[in-house]
């Protein structure tokens, strides 16, 4: 597992240079979470995100308005996997950890288990997790909402859609 500090000044550029290791021009992205949520909102604002302001086109789904949530999960997962054989399916979503994660960004192989913080009994998915822990785990405030929260996710939000968008495996050579 890799991770960036979001506090870091070029944390941008580093999980762009992270994400380069993990995702080619061929990926196909699940964007995991609900958008009624705050902590829940990462996934779909990242998809939304994607589909602004991508300048190659992607398969990107799990946006705002149109989520994939633990509902409805495993029939989006096993649809996109039909479509996508042989894709890299990289998986979006917010976590929690430890009080020093919060504000991280975490990539890693071997996809992810989605609904852990809440409980869910969902099985792993993807190929590559990217991560963003947005609260500490057993705290219980997972639902909450709260200015801080709201401004941790978008700034998640934001800087790992551009560090797709603007990743080396995008620039025209």
Same mark, same amino acid.
């Given at each position: ?8 000044? +070029? ?5 762009? +240079? ?21 902590? +829940? ?18 398969? !990107?789904?799990?946006? #705002? ?5 633990? @509902? ?12 996508? @054989?042989?894709?890299?399916? !990289? ?21 992810? #288990? ?9 099985? @792993? ?15 219980? +405030? ?28 995008? @620039?025209?050579?």
């Amino acid at each position: 597992m890799q991770q960036v500090n979001l506090l870091m000044n +070029d944390s941008e550029q580093q999980l762009s +240079d992270i994400l380069c290791q993990y995702v080619d021009k061929n990926s196909v992205f699940l964007c995991v979470g609900c958008d009624k949520v705050f902590s +829940d909102s990462l996934g779909p604002k990242v998809g939304t995100l994607l589909n602004l302001y991508m300048k190659h086109p992607l398969f !990107v789904y799990g946006v #705002e308005g149109n989520c994939i949530t633990a @509902k409805n999960l495993l029939h989006c997962y096993n649809f996109v996997k039909s479509l996508h @054989k042989n894709k890299r399916l !990289v998986v979006i979503d917010a976590a929690v950890g430890t009080p020093e994660q919060v504000g991280c960004v975490q990539v890693f192989n071997g996809g992810l #288990e989605p609904g852990a913080a809440t409980n869910k009994n969902l099985p @792993k998915i993807g190929d590559v997790a990217v991560v963003g822990v947005v609260g500490e785990k057993g705290m219980g +405030d997972f639902y909450t909402t709260n200015l801080h929260k709201l401004k941790l996710v978008e700034k998640m939000a934001t800087i790992i859609s551009s560090s797709i968008c603007n990743s080396s495996i995008f @620039k025209d050579n």
